[in-house]
Nanobody
Framework: QVQLVESGGGLVQAGGSLRLSCVAAGTFGRVNDMGWYRQAPGNQRELVAVFNSDGSTKYADSVKGRFTISRHNSKNMVYLQMNSLKPEDTAVYYC?????????WGQGTQVTVSS
């Protein structure tokens, strides 16, 4: 079992920055993907940024050039640096790990961007 805990969300004005952190704890198998998703009210959960199993990264078009995903493998942590935030970035952000074919999710952290 894997437990994911996110932190770093909050309220910020448009143009501001936030850094999300996710720490993974538990028994680890082979990690395939690790990254961030978000879900705004009334919308489906969508990919924000992810490390693929080959180490490459993928970003949603809406966040390219503004968000950066990084990780600290030895600490089992993944981060999301969010700059130039926009009101449309407002959502609950979830950490996700795909391991041995199973999906694990954190509890989510709220990010609210005011205009």
């Amino acid at each position: 079992q894997v437990q994911l805990v996110e932190s770093g969300g909050g309220l910020v004005q448009a143009g501001g920055s936030l850094r999300l952190s996710c720490v993974a704890a538990g028994t680890f198998g082979r990690v395939n993907d690790m990254g961030w998703y978000r879900q705004a009210p009334g919308n489906q959960r969508e990919l924000v940024a992810v490390f693929n199993s080959d180490g490459s990264t993928k970003y949603a078009d809406s966040v390219k050039g503004r968000f950066t995903i990084s990780r600290h493998n030895s600490k089992n942590m993944v981060y999301l640096q969010m700059n130039s935030l926009k009101p449309e970035d407002t959502a609950v952000y979830y950490c996700n790990v795909v391991m041995s074919g199973l999906n694990f999710w954190g509890q989510g952290t709220q990010v609210t961007v005011s205009s």
